[in-house]
């Protein structure tokens, strides 16, 4: 049997970080991050405990790969927003896309709620978690100033949490909240960009 190469080896590295990752973000949201041992995520990866700290230098380290991943995923969703269809407004895109991201990737943001009470748990995210809420805040106020409001900074803040509480609430109650009604609702209130700060 001949070595491997290069390439499949860094194949079967990828998949190895990949299987940690999903198993991580199943067990977190599951059991809590707490709650969660090094050793029950290597298990349910099906991976040796030991081949898991090559990847990873702790659950603090695998926690953060997490959320980098899932942060990807929102520029992600941003940059197709972007590129999307003109009849609708920016502003409008973006909410479809960060809507549609949340009911994707679910499990992240039950998780994302649950570790964002526990300062101790953030201090494993260091710098990373302001900087991400950030850039999503200016992504947000860019896209209402260029659709004309008269206070972007403070309708982006608005809309921000508007879209993060949204979110929680779904996550919450995936088969009894009405996401695709509340969507809608939202958009409606950016119709063509505009937003009249009377139905908020």
């Given at each position: 049997m001949s070595p491997r190469t290069v390439q499949q080896n860094q194949?079967?590295?990828d998949e190895s970080r990949a299987k940690l990752i999903a198993a991580a973000l199943r067990l977190f949201g599951a059991n809590g991050y707490e709650r969660t041992s090094i050793k029950l995520i290597a298990e349910a990866a099906g991976v040796a405990q030991g081949l898991m700290y090559s990847h990873f230098a702790?659950?603090?380290?695998?926690l953060l790969a997490i959320f980098q991943q899932s942060i990807q995923d929102v520029y992600a969703?941003?940059?197709?927003?972007?590129?999307g269809d003109p009849a609708q407004s920016q502003v409008e895109r973006i909410?479809?896309?960060a809507l549609t991201l949340v009911q994707e990737r679910r499990d992240f943001w039950r998780l994302s709620y649950g570790v964002r009470m526990q300062p101790a748990v953030l201090k494993a995210l260091g710098d990373d978690l302001p900087d991400w809420t950030g850039t999503i805040r200016a992504t947000l106020e860019q896209a209402l100033l260029a659709s004309g409001a008269a206070q972007p900074q403070v309708e982006a803040a608005i809309l921000f949490a508007t879209i993060d509480g949204v979110a929680q609430h779904y996550v919450l109650d995936p088969d009894a909240y009405p996401l695709a009604a509340v969507t809608e609702a939202l958009v409606a209130r950016y119709q063509g960009g505009s937003h009249d700060s009377s139905l908020a």
């Open positions: 194949s079967l590295r702790s659950k603090e380290a695998l969703s941003f940059a197709m927003a972007e590129a909410i479809r896309a």
